[in-house]
């Protein structure tokens, strides 16, 4: 079976860092996405894990540890625009499967 | 690059109607596309998965006489939602996955939202 796990919300405060974990158990793993979600946009791509550890980009980074079904979305120097929802996905055996999002509000 | 367009942005129709949704992929070639359906503060929830020159594979539950689903070819897909009823009054997103992407990134269109009345 098909299962994602994240955080429904979180609070941060802005110029703060926010670690948003996910966690999976599917069929098959062929890699995992993060995805942010504005309210009433569709998902814009984050990161693309397929290997253990750590993929830095600018002021997001993505971790990914296989054994484990574990992987997680680092945030630093918040910003406001950084409210949004933030969905893991996981593509195995069968295409993306989405957790259900983690709305992260950035407060000043 | 990896542009995905959908039109219309947002439709409003009659009960009983049919809508028809694009998709496109402007700067690479599609070989599949996917279309999702997402009600508020809910995830998407894939719908179908399309690969050009054939039938789509409709997810369990998807009615696929009613959510007509075309890919006719390397950049358009279409979705066609017959005889609307106000329960599926939704945001319609299509992604597509390009033919020389090795990492399976999937590429949003910026959605489509239905009303029926």
């Known amino acids: 079976g098909q299962n994602i796990d994240q955080p429904t919300e979180m609070t941060a405060t802005e110029g703060a860092i926010v670690q948003i974990n996910c966690t999976y158990q599917t069929s098959g793993f062929n890699g995992l996405f993060w995805y942010q979600q504005h309210a009433g946009e569709a998902p814009t791509f984050l990161s693309y894990n397929v290997l253990d550890g750590l993929e830095e980009k600018g002021r997001f980074s993505s971790f990914l540890s296989r054994s484990k079904g574990y992987s997680y979305l680092l945030l630093k120097e918040l910003q406001m625009k950084d409210s949004a929802s933030y969905l893991c996905?996981?593509?195995?055996?069968?295409?993306?499967?989405f957790g259900k999002g983690t709305r992260l509000s950035v407060i000043a | 690059g990896a542009v995905v367009s959908q039109h219309p942005s947002w439709v409003i129709c009659k009960s009983g109607t049919s809508v028809k949704i694009e998709c496109r992929s402007l700067d690479f070639q599609a070989t599949t596309m996917f279309w999702y359906r997402q009600f508020p503060k809910q995830s998407l929830m894939l719908m179908a998965t399309?690969?050009?020159?054939?039938?789509?594979?409709?997810e369990q539950g998807v009615e696929k006489d009613k959510f007509l689903i075309n890919h006719a070819s390397l950049t358009l897909s279409t979705l066609t939602v017959t005889s609307a009823h106000p329960e599926d009054s939704s945001f319609y997103i299509c992604?597509?996955?390009?033919?020389?992407?090795?990492?399976?990134?999937?590429?949003f269109g910026p959605g489509t939202r239905l009303t029926v009345l």
């Open positions: 996905a996981v593509i195995g055996n069968t295409p993306l499967v």
């Open positions: 992604s597509a996955r390009g033919t020389s992407d090795s990492t399976d990134t999937q590429y």
């Open positions: 399309s690969n050009e020159g054939s039938k789509a594979t409709y």
